[in-house]
């Protein structure tokens, strides 16, 4: 038992090999942030800006790495109907990953002439890299939901994200470095290869993790009758109304974050990810086994609206930095890393639990298309045209703040805010758990064991 102590993830109330199985899990997820940290976050920003593309284009470009969902009915209804998710999993993984490299290799060694090619070109690999994670992704969350333990998700969950969030720090750094040192297009090329090498190490985690064989239909129903029967699930419709809002607003501002630093702060790659993934993740590490075991005692649907309603003020918060005062990023990200890592992980435990087990990769695939259409297409789009029409227009208001014109950036942000706070005020409450307690006992116990003074653990 010795050598158990370096595992991330111990709990002697499972089997050891399940607990091998958990942490090899645990371990991917890690590798595995270098890539979507890195095709998620600043260097992706930079590098379609760096493409030379206007705001609609660059909302448009933002969006295909996250729009595979589209395809994940389809591939939640191809893995019911084979059972064969470990094997979809590991293929679908590695074309997710590979993709980026010929993507960029296009974008910066095809001449200036043949500019539109590039950019379809890089459609295609980004297209491709999303219809390969829309089966990953599936097969994951159908694949856990088979091994963990539906008593421990809460705690297994939150040490998973709790060792992403850290190797996710590292490799923000990292790469914020590289791309500071070498510059250009050599700096992208080189950052996008190694991500997909990281990204391809986490897929190789998975190779000994063993898939319990799933239950199948007899009777084979057709994909649109199986659907049916999923939207016809009145709460799970409920779940599907409030997840479209918050996703649409969350999204709506998400990919402009990065690029208002890069071209309204005029901030350097390594000074954003110090300014803001590394207090982000310092604050994450400290909270998110908390907010895991808050989970377990009260449920997921209590501690996504306590989480939500705290990350609703997060946009508002964009609003009040200027060049010449960055302050209010720390405030951003210690609010952001207190509470966001609560709404991550009360995402996936709530689609889990509110997903019948009967065709629960149906579920899974529905939630995930929607994603695709309303958080992903929809957002990123509107968001892209949003910026797009309005570029120069509010600044002619000649409303300042902070010394500095309202600019359209500021009123994405009040935006996106306010539908955040719709979607977790007026809908969130409409959808029902099973065993999840009144959010204001959470609440209750919070205050009471602050005002004690944080007298053993927090929380």
């Known amino acids: 038992m010795k050598k158990d102590r370096f595992l991330p993830f111990k709990n002697f109330s499972i089997s050891r090999d399940l607990m091998l199985d958990l ?43 996250v729009m595979g969902g589209l395809f994940q009915v389809l591939a939640a209804y191809l893995l019911e109907r084979s059972g064969k998710r470990k094997k979809l999993f590991l293929l679908a993984g590695v074309i997710q990953r590979i993709t980026i490299i010929p993507m960029v290799l296009f974008a910066y060694t095809l001449p200036d002439d043949l500019k539109p090619l590039s950019i379809g070109l890089i459609m295609l690999m980004l297209s491709l890299s999303a219809v390969g994670g829309s089966l990953n992704g599936v097969s994951f969350f159908s694949w856990m939901s088979a091994i963990v333990p539906l008593n421990i998700r809460g705690r297994f969950f939150s040490q998973r994200q709790l060792f992403f969030t ?31 090498v990281f990204g391809l ?66 901030m350097k790659y390594l000074e954003i990810t110090m300014l803001n993934s590394a207090i982000y993740s310092f604050f994450t590490v ?12 009260y449920g997921n649907k209590p501690v996504m609206q306590v989480c939500g309603l705290a990350a609703v003020s997060i946009p508002l918060m964009w609003i009040f930095t200027s060049p010449d005062f960055y302050f209010m990023i720390v405030v951003i990200n210690i609010l ?76 994405l942000f009040l935006i996106g805010s306010i539908l955040r706070g719709i979607a977790i005020i007026f809908l969130l409450p409409m959808v029902e758990e099973e065993q999840a307690k009144d959010s204001r006992l959470l609440v209750k116990d919070i205050y009471r064991q602050t005002v004690a003074k944080l007298r053993g653990p927090f929380f």
């Open 201 to 266: 190490l986490d897929i190789v985690c998975f190779l000994k993790v063993k898939d319990p064989p799933m239950e199948l239909e007899q009777e084979r129903i057709g994909l649109l009758k199986v659907w049916k029967q999923a939207l016809t699930n009145k709460n799970f419709r409920k779940y599907l109304t409030f997840w479209s809002l918050w996703i649409f607003a969350v999204n709506l501002t998400g990919p402009f974050y990065n690029d208002y630093m890069i071209n309204y702060l005029n």
């Open 336 to 411: 952001s890393g207190i509470f966001w890592c609560g709404v991550e992980l009360t995402v996936n435990n709530m689609t889990m639990s509110i997903s019948p087990e009967k065709n629960k990769s149906i579920y899974i695939g529905t939630i995930s298309m929607v994603t695709a259409l309303s958080g992903s297409i929809l957002a990123y789009f509107t968001g892209g045209l949003f910026m797009e029409l309005t570029r120069g227009h509010i600044a002619r208001l000649d409303i300042r703040l902070m010394g500095y014109p309202l600019n359209n950036y500021h009123l």
């Open 166 to 196: 850290i190797t996710s720090l590292i490799s923000g750094l990292s790469v914020g470095y590289l791309l500071d040192l070498i510059g250009g297009s050599t700096g992208f090329i080189v950052v996008f290869v190694i991500a997909a």
């Open 286 to 297: 400290f909270f998110i086994k908390r907010w895991g075991r808050l989970i377990d005692i």
């Open 23 to 65: 942490n090899r899990v645990i371990l991917g997820s890690g590798l595995g942030m270098v890539f979507f940290s890195t095709l998620n976050g600043a260097p992706f920003s930079g590098f379609v800006r760096s493409l030379g593309v206007g705001d609609f284009l660059y909302g448009v470009l933002m969006a295909f790495p």
